[in-house]
């Protein structure tokens, strides 16, 4: 059983910064698929971005964070990050760390939380105007 602690929520202001952390309890073979969502007040649960553990396939991100937003990993630490750089009031959510195994749609943006088996706490980001 695999899982998952976020951490690196907080408050801050829009055009401000965070880095969350995702720690995996075990080590994933290379090919698992990470990826972060999001679940604002009121709304559902969506795709924020994922990548293949541990290879140097590119990251996927929606659309409304592609510029702003990197997913990286450390792989010794078995550690997903999400840096979320230029932070609006509209990425204002609970940030979720999800894990499943290989997916040739990771990083297509087409899987929806009901694809993946493993999920973390959550860690709040409030970005305030």
């Known amino acids: 059983q695999l899982h998952l602690v976020e951490s690196g929520g907080g408050s801050v202001q829009a055009g401000g910064s965070l880095r969350l952390s995702c720690a995996a309890s075990?080590?994933?073979?290379?090919?698992?698929?990470m990826a972060w969502f999001r679940q604002a007040l009121g709304k559902e649960r969506e795709w924020v971005g994922s990548v293949y553990r541990g290879t140097e396939l590119p990251p996927g991100y929606t659309d409304s964070v592609k510029g702003r937003f990197t997913i990286s990993q450390d792989n010794a630490k078995n550690t997903v990050y999400l840096q979320m750089n230029s932070l609006k009031p509209e990425d204002t959510a609970m940030y979720y760390c999800?894990?499943?195994?290989?997916?040739?749609?990771?990083?297509?943006?087409?899987?929806?939380?009901?694809?993946?088996?493993?999920w973390g706490q959550g860690t709040q980001v409030t970005v305030s105007s």
């Open positions: 999800a894990a499943r195994n290989f997916h040739s749609a990771c990083v297509l943006g087409s899987l929806t939380e009901a694809d993946f088996a493993y």
């Open positions: 075990e080590n994933p073979y290379s090919g698992y698929c």
